[in-house]
Structure formats: C-alpha cells, structure tokens
C-alpha cells in the first residue's frame, strides 16, 4: 500500500511508523527538516520537506492515483486543501482528513463531491470517552464495538474486589445473570489469555466484555466500586471542555475553570447550569476557595500537557477523588503516578486508531489500538467467504486459525452478541472481535475478513 502522509506531529509520526514497520510504502511531508531526519534515521521510509498543501509538495512526493492521502497536520484548513488538491490533480485513490474541531464537518461537500473520503474528529472521539469514564468510575478505559452494543473494559483489580484472589470462574456464580468474558490480563504489564481456573490478583490490569448496563457489575468484581460521582471540575473551557460540560450538566454539578475572559463570556452564554470561572487549574488558592475537597472527578482538559498534569497533582493533593486528563504526547502516559493521575486519556491513540481502520483491505468497522507500543488492540470484522475462510465454515469458531497473542473474544450474528462461544457454527457474514494481547501477525487477522 501507498500511503502518502501530511504533517511529522505526533499523529504522522505515529502513523508512520506503524505503516512502516508493517512494510507498507510510506512518505511523509512535514517543513520541520528535523523531525523527518530523525523519522528517516529509524524507520525505512520516505521524506519531503515542504508545505502540506502546495500542489509541488505533494508532485515531489510522489501524489498519484495509486496513493492513500492522509492528512494529518495540525492546520485544518491545510489538511482541506490538501485533499481537494490531491485529488482534483493527482486523482489519490483516497483521502483521510483530520480535522480538529466540528466547525467543518457538516460543509465538507463545499469542497468538491468525493474530495474529502473521510473526515476524522478526534475530539468527538475524546468527549465521548471522558463520558463513559465518568458514567462508569471503577472503569480505567472503555471502547465500543457492535454499534455500540458491547464494550471492552480496563479496570485495576483492588484487594477489596469480590473476585481477587479466587478464580476467574467464580464470576459466573457471583453474577449468573450477567454475560461477560475476560480476554486477557496484563499482570506486571505481560498480558496472558486467562483460562477458569486463573487467579485473580490485587493490581492486575483486567480486560472485559460486557454491555454498558453490566459494566458497573463486572467492575464490582475486581474493585470497590466508587459511590455514584456527583461534582465535576473541568480545567479548561476549549472545545473538549465545553462539549464535555454541555453532555454532562444535567446530570452533574459541574464547573469549568477557564483563563480566558473572552472565553469565560462564551461559554456562561453557551451552557445553562454549568458554573463558570475565570482562572488558572494550577491557582492552589482557587481550587480551595471552590472546595476541591469536595470535587469527584477533576478533568485537566487544556492543550498543555504540562498543565494538565500539575494541575492534577494539585487537585489530588488538596483533597479530589478521581482526576482525568488529557495527554497529548503518550510518551507522558506510562510515566505518570497513579497516585496523583487515575487515567491519561490520549487523543493521539484514538486519531491513529481511527485512521487505521480506514486503511485496511479488509471488511473492519472498528478497529481500536489499547496500549500503542505493546500492539494490543481489538479489532472488529465481518467474515467474508474468501480462499482463508471457506474450509471453516458450519466448523466451530475455535477452529479459525489465529495468530499467536489472539482469541475471539466475541461473535455478532443478526443483532445477537455471543460472548466466546467457541463452540458456534461459523457462517458468512457472522462479525468477529478479535482481542490482540501483543505484536502479533495483523495480515492472517485480516485475511478472515477480505471479501474475494
């Protein structure tokens, strides 16, 4: 494949260098000289310095019909231009267009029919995250998978949970009327594929299956689950900030804290019952004067990372419950005390996956990357009757011949989620959630879901 990528941030870097180390051909285009050089001393790819969206760039860059435009620069209005003009006068096969905020989406038409192929957001992506995490407390990571119908689950077990130190079998007795199902466990940060008679064991990292109404009831089992939150303190009224506060304030008491006196003004106009302050998150006088102590979930939300985590090591230190932020640089993610920083959420690590997904050959509607340097992922596909998949068709679905660190986690037929049956007669068309535990061989996975 020919991938062709705008922009050498932490988003193309990213995408590049997993595009590369999976051999696809791959050039990147950035004006920063030194972040390519350093992308070309340690991957096998491409450079050209230069303007994302000048028509000579992307000439000099190889744009032609058999390429993949991914357009991923931190300038909107560039990556636009940029697909409009890769595909009027090179004719790329496609576009992929990031695009920071909502304020295009709904005129991408404006640019020309099937210019733009696809319009990522990732802050939609994020918001809808921080909202899950803090509808569900006792949880450290949520992704949907069947049109939502089924979430994948990280939570920490605690000593207090009900299903620590006994086997991971004992879940059926404690809940027999809830269906979920544990693909892996990251025990000292190595995954394994658990079996029933598998230990659960105080700070293991546990990945689960289940419904959104059954998430709170599988949590129970491995932590305390926290009291119902009620107070939530935002640092930051940006776009994520504010649509986080207009999904949220009908149901909790929220208030933002914003530096901006012009931004302050917008956003008391914009939202009804959100409290609105003007000031800094790391301001220590501030946060005690609007009873920290008090607060249940402390979101640090700005575009600085540094910010975000001071102001989170404030927060805990004064007395928060729970604080999330936001990270744009992962490298952070791994690094962070969990002490002080109950979970990073990377913006980064949902662009990529975003825009993988619309890269494969293959029948996937969602593929999600959970841990970006260890390979683990999850990815969702429709089986298609092609030379890997015929002779296991009428066989049970334990007889597909996955790659080492997999398992079928769970198998989607007519609307109807069936939780690791392996025993299940696989038919054309049944939808499969892969579990990825670690690097493993991405093309036999896709391979099951090429249509011939």
């Known amino acids: 494949m020919k991938v062709l990528i705008l ?6 870097s ?9 051999n696809h051909e791959v050039n990147i285009v950035d004006i920063n000289k030194d972040k390519l050089i350093k992308l070309q001393e340690e991957y096998d790819l491409a450079t050209v310095i230069g303007h994302a969206s000048y028509p000579k760039t992307l000439q000099r860059a190889g744009a032609d019909s058999d390429t993949i435009l991914l357009a991923v620069t931190s300038s909107d209005e560039c990556n636009l231009a940029a697909c409009q003009i890769a595909k009027v006068k090179f004719k790329v096969q496609k576009t992929i267009c990031r695009l920071s905020g909502s304020s295009y989406l709904g005129s991408l038409d404006a640019f020309g029919d099937g210019n733009i192929d696809i319009a990522i957001g990732p802050e939609n992506e994020v918001t809808n995250h ?17 049109n939502g119908a089924l979430k994948v689950v990280s939570v920490k077990a605690k000593k207090d949970g009900m299903l620590v130190n006994r086997e991971l079998k004992s879940i059926k007795s404690d809940m027999p009327d809830t269906e979920t199902f544990v693909p892996a466990i990251y025990r000292k940060n190595k995954p394994f594929i658990p079996n029933g008679k598998t230990i659960i064991k105080e700070n293991d990292e546990i990945y689960f299956l289940a419904a959104e109404s059954d998430i709170d009831k599988v949590v129970q089992e491995m932590r305390l689950q926290e009291e119902s939150f009620s107070r939530i303190m935002i640092i930051g009224g940006g776009r994520i900030g504010f649509a986080l506060a207009q999904s949220l304030e009908n149901e909790y008491k929220i ?4 530096s901006n006196q012009d931004r302050c003004e917008h956003l008391s106009r914009e939202l009804n019952r959100t409290i609105v302050l003007k000031g800094g998150g790391s301001d220590e006088e501030l946060l005690k004067n609007e009873n920290i102590e008090n607060i249940d979930i402390f979101c640090a939300l700005t575009n600085d990372d540094e910010t975000n985590i001071m102001s989170a090591f404030l927060a805990k230190k004064l007395g928060a419950k729970k604080t999330i932020i936001i990270v744009n640089n992962y490298s952070y993610i791994n690094v962070l005390p969990k002490n002080f920083v109950d979970i990073a959420l990377s913006p980064q690590r949902l662009t990529v996956s975003m825009v993988l997904q619309h890269l494969t050959r293959a029948d996937v509607p969602q593929e999600v990357i959970l841990k970006m340097e260890s390979g683990a992922e999850v990815i969702e596909g429709v089986i298609h009757k092609n030379k890997f998949t015929e002779s296991f068709f009428n066989k049970p679905v334990s007889d597909l011949p996955l790659p080492e660190n997999c398992i079928t986690a769970a198998l989607i037929r007519s609307g109807k989620t069936y939780l690791h049956s392996t025993d299940l007669l696989l038919q054309p068309g049944d939808s499969l959630i892969i579990f990825v535990s670690g690097k493993t061989n991405k093309t036999k996975i896709e391979n099951l879901f090429v249509e011939d």
Do not use: N, W, Y
């Not at 922009?7 to 193309?12: D, L, M």
């Not at 208030?255 to 914003?258: A, G, L, V, Y």
């Open 14 to 22: 990213s995408l590049a260098t997993t595009l590369s180390k999976e």
């Open 7 to 12: 922009g050498a941030g932490r988003v193309g």
């Open 255 to 258: 208030k933002i804290i914003e």
């Open 130 to 146: 921080l909202v899950d995490l803090i509808k569900h407390p006792g949880a450290d990571q949520i992704e949907s998978f069947a």
